[in-house]
């Protein structure tokens, strides 16, 4: 059973013990103070209950594991349009900062499973393409490739890799509920500032200028009394509420199969026979950035020291 398998399944009301610490995550995460507002624990339980439910089934639908290696690269159709080289694979694993912690907790091991993010780009280029017998030059054709390959949760297995992805997608949902919160924050500072411009106008108004002043000073200070509600620590719980009880509104993945060939061009979709459908993940919501993700198994990588990365980088510079 993973980290969470013992938390699903109860159907008591009361806040149990193993669910305790992931409650006190996600309030300590928005506001510490909460814990002291009243309601605690009990209020927040059905929230995060849904949410952590639901970011383990999107860390258990999550693609994979696609076994990433340089004999992958060559023989996987997946792998080999996730990277533009075969020295891509050992850079971008290399150049992961997950992996480096990864590695100093195990040192002995080469193999590990973890969640890989990347942007997917399309370009329109000029190439050659044969028709027939025929080949034709100057074809306008449409590169898919991805580029800031990013290696998330990595761990020495499958079930913990996914079950610390999980941990992750409820970390940013729980990020937007601060976020809800924050905006409001924004706008109340914003509405404090303009009652300050509104009253240091009004002290050298004239008699002309005065009633628009004071309307437009009446309708900030309204403003500011129906907000003030708001920004009570015991509204937040309608945060929690609006976010985690509807996780699949904030964070999902989006299924997009697309006919790549062997050189990376995509293919309508009735002319499979230059190409082979390839399923790409996305991860909505996740950050500001849209992810192509999957799960991949690693092994047998090159782990190379920063040493040896930033003399490699040096002599890419001075080509």
């Known amino acids: 059973m993973g980290l969470f398998g013992q938390l699903f399944g109860l159907g008591e009301e009361q806040v149990t013990p193993e669910l305790l610490p992931v409650i006190d995550r996600a309030v300590s995460a928005v506001d510490p103070l909460l814990k002291q507002a009243g309601g605690y624990p009990g209020d927040y339980r059905k929230p995060v209950m849904t949410a952590l439910e639901y970011a383990r089934s999107l860390a258990a639908s999550l ?41 100093d907790h195990y040192p002995a091991t080469d193999e590990l499973y973890a969640l890989m993010g990347m942007r997917r780009f399309e370009k329109n280029t000029v190439g050659m393409e044969l028709s027939g017998d025929v080949i034709q030059r100057d ?31 409820f970390d940013s949902l729980v990020g937007k509920v601060k976020k809800r919160i924050g905006a409001r924050k924004l706008d109340w500072q914003a509405l404090l500032q303009e009652k300050d411009s509104l009253v240091a106008r009004l002290r050298i108004a004239d008699a002309r200028t005065r009633p628009a002043l004071e309307e437009e000073l009446a309708k900030v ?14 509204s937040y719980l309608e945060d929690f509420e609006a976010v985690l009880l509807s996780p699949e509104q904030h964070l999902r993945l989006n299924q997009t199969p697309i006919i790549l060939d062997s050189m990376g061009i995509r293919r309508e979709e009735d002319d499979t026979n230059r190409g082979k459908a390839i399923v790409f993940n996305e991860l909505i919501g996740y950050d500001r950035r849209d992810w192509t993700v999957t799960m991949v198994h690693c ?17 890419k510079l001075a080509l």
């Not at 092994?299 to 002599?315: C, G, H, I, P, V």
């Open 63 to 103: 693609p994979g594991p696609v076994a990433v290696n340089l004999e992958s690269y060559a023989k996987d159709a997946l792998v080999h349009a996730l990277f533009p080289s075969a020295d891509y694979v050992t850079e971008a694993f290399g150049a992961s900062l997950a992996l480096q912690d990864y590695h």
């Open 221 to 234: 200070m309204s403003s500011i009394q129906a907000s003030a509600g708001s920004l009570d620590l015991h």
């Open 299 to 315: 092994s047998n990588l090159q782990k190379e020291s920063f040493a040896t990365r930033l003399d490699k980088a040096y002599r």
């Open 139 to 169: 074809v306008v054709q449409k590169v898919v490739y991805f580029t800031s390959h990013t290696i998330e949760n990595p761990a020495p297995s499958e079930d913990q890799a996914r079950d610390q992805a999980a941990l992750s997608f």
